[in-house]
């Protein structure tokens, strides 16, 4: 089966971007806290994706809309109307993470199709069918702690149901869906207001020694006058332990499975998703034609190619994560 390419678009420019550059379909969100990526100068108004959505149809590409933080307490309309505007707008698929949510959608708007969102944490069967046989969930995006052989192993569980993995972007060091360090430090976090570290609360101070990083009253790193000055996401900071410096959580490193394609095509993955939605257009492209030339490759029964990614990749730095778990 030839495995989609589910890539990012937090414009209509970069939707346009992925779509040309070969995705099979885009991912998306409304212009609220209805998505986890709620950013100023990102995402989508309902006139937009009316647009992208037409664009998207008219050259074969699928759009998922994502509405996949938490309702507010005694205040779901925000995102029932979110998933009103998607159905109506002929998107093909939600992706949701609210149990609460997810019972709304599959009773209100029955062919609408439903995807369960990385946000909602599912990565084994047991969790995954319980989605499936009560709400219709006919796909699952995994969380990022699974080896290929686990994956593997969750497919052979699930049929029919289909999973979507990780292949490039960011990563994170909690699992999805259950993250607080931004909620303690800011007040807002990624499930609940849509953002991680938002951009509102970071501070850089020059100092004689270099640059200081802060989110909200916490310092998360320190910088040389030479040394490139990362965005402060906490678990990606430095700090001192045991009387050493150092990335105590997680190292700033991307994601990249390249490499791995044909083990995941084997392990029987629908989708491979491209995370970014807060990127640019530039990114869009240029990964979204990595990934389109890899998964072609193996398809035709070449080895996957060599392309260099090290530009756009978090640090500079590439790791297939926990899909090879070396450290076991």
């Not at 050259?59 to 309702?71: E, Q, S, W």
Request: net charge neutral; with cysteine; glycine share 8%.
């Amino acid at each position: 089966m030839r495995p989609e390419l589910v890539c990012p678009a937090g414009t209509p420019a970069a939707l346009k971007s992925a779509v040309d550059a070969g995705a099979d379909c885009v991912y998306v969100g409304f212009r609220d806290e209805t998505n986890a990526r709620n950013f100023p100068g990102l995402n989508f108004s309902r006139k937009e994706l009316e647009e992208g959505v037409a664009y998207a149809h008219e050259r074969g590409a699928k759009v998922l809309v994502a509405i996949n933080t938490f309702p507010r307490a005694g205040r779901p309309e925000l995102w029932h109307q979110a998933v009103a505007d998607a159905a109506r707008l002929g998107a093909d698929a939600a992706i949701l993470a609210d149990i609460g949510l997810i019972a709304h959608a599959a009773r209100a708007h029955p062919d609408l199709r439903l995807h369960l969102s990385v946000q909602a944490a599912a990565s084994n069967p047991e969790a995954i069918r319980f989605y499936a046989e009560r709400f219709g969930i006919k796909r699952v995006v995994l969380p990022r702690v699974l080896t290929v052989q686990e994956i593997a192993a969750v497919n052979a569980a699930i049929r029919p149901v289909e999973t979507e993995v990780f292949v490039f972007g960011g990563l994170c060091v909690m699992a999805e869906g259950r993250c607080a360090l931004s909620s303690y430090a800011t007040g807002q976090s990624p499930n609940m207001n849509g953002v991680c570290s938002p951009a509102a609360h970071v501070r850089y101070e020059e100092t004689a020694a270099g640059i200081t990083s802060k989110l909200g009253a916490f310092t998360i790193n320190r910088f040389g006058r030479n040394e490139p000055a990362g965005y402060p996401t906490l678990c990606k900071g430095r700090f001192v332990a045991a009387g050493k410096a150092s990335y105590l959580f997680e190292e700033p490193t991307s994601l990249n499975t390249l490499a791995i394609l044909p083990e995941l095509i084997e392990a029987g993955v629908t989708a491979f998703k491209i995370e970014g939605r807060q990127r640019g257009r530039a990114y869009v492209a240029a990964v979204v034609q990595a990934f389109r030339t890899g998964i072609d490759a193996v398809l035709a029964g070449r080895p996957v190619p060599d392309l260099d990614l090290d530009a756009i990749t978090e640090g500079g730095r590439q790791t297939a994560g926990a899909y090879e778990k070396t450290w076991r």
